[in-house]
C-alpha cells in the first residue's frame, strides 16, 4: 500500500495510491483515517513530502564502501562505526519530489546521496531487534544533499546538510516491503551513477530502532534515513537527479541556481 | 511580558502570566491569539514545555571558559569556534518546569548546562545582525543535560544529549529582556554551582541567528539554545538543579532513578 501526501485545490491531504489513483482520506496514516470518497488522478495533484517529522533521525555512515570513499577525500583514515550512534537533519531542508534543490551561493561542491527513509507509524520505546519493525509505517527515498566543502571546514553538519532545500523526500511512503531486495540507483541527467543494495548496511534498521529506543521514544512521523554508498560527482544548476529504490519509487529532482543575487 | 503554556482540566492553553495570575488566550504567541476571559492561579495550573519547536537548534560550544575546561577533561586542546556553526537538539528529550529528569541505566555522568534560550517569533530568512532581533519573541531557560562518558564514547550526541527527559526548559517566555544585564545561576541542592554573565558569550544571539538565516529559513516556534559556561557537578538521583537567569525566571528540576527496572 502507497501512502501519498500532496495538495489539491489549496489543501493538503493524504490519500492512498492505487496505480495513478488517489483515494483521499480525511485524516493521515499516524493518527487514524477514513475514505473520503473523493478520488483524484495522480497527475493532477502536487505530491507534498510525505511527512513532517517531529524528529528527522539520520545515520551518517553505514556503508563500508561509501565510508572508505569518504575518508580517502578528507584525507583521514577510514572509521567504521562499531555502534548505531544516529544524527539529526532539520525539517526546514525538506523538499517534495518535483522540487528543485537551490545551490546556494557559495557552495562549491554539493553532491547527492540516495537513502532509505524509515518513517515511524507508532509511540515505541525499549524495542528489541525482533521488534523493531513493528512500529515502521512504511519506507520512503531520500536525497542527502551534502555541501561537502562545509562538511570538512565547519564544526557542525548544519549548512553542509541543512540548508533550505537540501532534503529532498517522495514521492511517497510505500507499506510493503522486503528489505533484502532492495535496490537503490542513483541518475544524474539520465546516467546512472550509482548503484548499491539497499539493505546492505553495516548497522540495519532493526539494529537502529532498537538502539534508539533504549534511550529515546519514537514518536509517530518520525523517520530516519539509513544513509548511502558509493559516491556521487559534484553537482551543477541544471541537473537533474533521480533516486531509484526498486519497489518504493522514483525521488526526482533538479538542482538550480539560486533567483536573483539571494 | 510572560508567555506561559500550561495544562488546566485536561486542555493545553497559552496565557500571558500577570503576576501569579494566568490570563488565557485561544490561539498562541506564533500565530495569533486573543483573551478568552478566563484567569488562573499560576498555583493551579501544571506548566508544560512553553513551545515545541518545529526545529530545536542548540550552541554546543559558546563560552571561553566551557570550552577550556572541557577540553582538559576530555585530555583534547582547547579548540575556540572561529564561526557560528550550530547544532541541534531533539524535541523527545523535552520536559517542563518540575518535571523530573531520568537518569537512564547505564548513565554514569549526568551533568547540567545551564542555557539561555531564544524563541523565534516569525519567520526569517537572511536577516543582518541589526535586524536580526527583529524575529525573536522572547526568551525562556534550557538545562542541556549531558551524559559525559556518551559525549566522548559515541560518534554523534544522540544519546549523551537526547535521551528522554535530558532537555528541561521553562517556566516560561519573556519578551522584555536586556540581553547584556542578564545573569545566569545554577544551584544544585539550594548550593549556588555556577554563576556567568548570560550574553558573554564568543558568538552571541544576533550573529548565530544572522548566520543560521543566511542558509535556513527560521520559523515560529524554532529555538536555538544558547551554550554555557563554567562546569558541572556528577549529579545523581534526588538532586535538584535550578537554573536561574536574571529577569526570565527560574527552572528547578530533579533528577531521579528510573521507574522499575527500565
Redesign the interface.
Known amino acids: 500500500m502507497r501512502w501519498i501526501r500532496y495538495s489539491h485545490a489549496g489543501a493538503v491531504a493524504y490519500g492512498i495510491l492505487e496505480g495513478d489513483r488517489i483515494v483521499e482520506v480525511a485524516g493521515d496514516p499516524f493518527g487514524g483515517f477514513e475514505k473520503t470518497g473523493e478520488t483524484h488522478a495522480l497527475a493532477e495533484v502536487k505530491i507534498e513530502v510525505p511527512v513532517i517529522p ?2 528527522f533521525y539520520c545515520v ?2 553505514n556503508y563500508t564502501a561509501h565510508i572508505k570513499e569518504a575518508a580517502a577525500k578528507f584525507g583521514t583514515m577510514p572509521d567504521l ?1 562499531t ?1 548505531p ?4 537533519r ?4 525538506l523538499i517534495a519530489h518535483e522540487e528543485n534543490v537551490v545551490i ?1 551561493a557559495g557552495a562549491t561542491k554539493v553532491q547527492y546521496e540516495g537513502e532509505l527513509a524509515v518513517v515511524i507509524g507508532r509511540k515505541a ?2 524495542l528489541s531487534e525482533a521488534e523493531a519493525l513493528s512500529c515502521v509505517l512504511g519506507y520512503s527515498i531520500g536525497n542527502d544533499v551534502s555541501e561537502r566543502a562545509w562538511q570538512k571546514s ?3 553538519l ?2 553542509a546538510k ?3 532545500t537540501f532534503k529532498p523526500m517522495g514521492p511517497w511512503i510505500e507499506t510493503d516491503v522486503d528489505l533484502d531486495a532492495l535496490e537503490t540507483r542513483v541518475r544524474v541527467n539520465g546516467t546512472e551513477t550509482s548503484r548499491f543494495a539497499t539493505n546492505s548496511m553495516l548497522f540495519g534498521v532493526e539494529a537502529y530502532i532498537s538502539a ?1 529506543s533504549r ?5 509517530p512521523g518520525d523517520m530516519i534515513w539509513m544513509g548511502t554508498d558509493g559516491t556521487s560527482p559534484d553537482l551543477r544548476a541544471g541537473d537533474e537527479v533521480e533516486v531509484e529504490i526498486s519497489g518504493i519509487g522514483v525521488l526526482r529532482n533538479r538542482f538550480v541556481a539560486p533567483a536573483g543575487n ?1
Chains 1, 2 share one sequence.
Request: charged share 20%; glycine share 6%; net charge negative.
Open positions: 517531529p524528529t551518517g555512515l562505526p555502534q550512534d544516529v544524527g539529526y532539520s525539517n526546514n531542508a546556494p520505546k525499549n565547519d564544526r557542525t548544519w549548512r541543512n540548508t533550505d534508539i534511550y529515546i521514544t519514537l514518536y539571494e
